[in-house]
């Protein structure tokens, strides 16, 4: 695609931090780790940051270090990465799916309510597409029925909901795959304000080693290398530029395809800080057109478009038909999966690329049957 949806876009001084690595002999996880932790807390203002080899096993070990007591139930939302619900498998726990906010596309307060049954002890909500959730009625629900809070962070570092950050909330997770904000290839890491909970997820990293062969918890080796946290490094310094860029195409594009009938444009919430991680629009089944065919004639002219995400969870056999899975009614999370189309948001796109895409969708609209 001449316009890509998503683009791994690294300044400059990554090569030279990364042959500097390769240089000092100290390949796996030191000194670059603990400095991308640190720049990282500081950038969210956060107590403790732990890196991890990836954003799924960030969740995994946020769940386990939550200590929860076997077949705990966990409510999250069926429209979302699989690796969320993944986690919560490989965590030792159940899943019970509540509906989302078509608004936000986020985790809803009521229906998460709604869902909590007697062994749920954990709420997990996935701040999508570079928006948090309605943090502060989640939190509501939370506290009313006691529940722990991890937050699946993935998309959207440095997202804020009332000032207060994506990760800040509950027990943060983050993803530093290739296509996220910020990248680091594969890597994770976790957020947490309590440093006991911070100690835990630093031995569970490390074959559950508090000091040398001195094992103390049942950990896995998750580490991230210092080649990986010295590619993400660099991108710190650049993340906030990166983020005006996106928030500017998106509201380029918002302009562009206000009007258009039959598409729904994503927007930014009430107190909300979007990082604009995608654009996705919702092309409503009544208008004639499906999002198969914007997307379609957007590849014509080379224009890139993501499907984040086709399906529900629970419509996938293994997890639907799994005993430790609720799915539920879910019929916002349903439409919305079955008319979400992302468009091409990040730094990279040009202001002309923008108005490219936007008669793409245009004259994709008017199409109609
Ligand atoms: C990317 C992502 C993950 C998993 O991260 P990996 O680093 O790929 O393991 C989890 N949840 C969401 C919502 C994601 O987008």
Redesign the pocket.
Known sequence: MRIPVSSVDLPEDVAAEVLAVLRSGQLAQGARVAALESGVAELMNVRNVVAVS??????VAALRSLRLPPESEVVTSPF??V??VN?CLIAGLRVRFADINPDDFALDASAAARAIGPSTRCLLP?H?YGQTGDMNALMRVATEHGLLVVE?A??ALLATSEGKFAGTWGTG?F???A??NLTSG???LITTDDDEQASWLRAYRNQGMVQQYVYEILGENCRLTDIQAAIALPQLKTYEQNVTARRENARLLQEGLDGVSGLHIPREMNGRHHVWHQFTVIVDPASGVTRDQVADGLARRGIGAGIYYPRLLGDYPHIGTDPRVTVGNTPNAASIAASCLSLPVHPRVTPHQIDEIIDGVRSAMERRA
């Not at 990836?54 to 969740?59: D, F, I, Q, S, V």
Request: hydrophobic content about 35%.
């Open positions: 990836n954003g799924t096993t960030a969740l979302t990465f690796a969320t986690a996935v999508l699946d993935a998309q997770c993803s530093l795959y296509t996220k594969e890597g994770g």
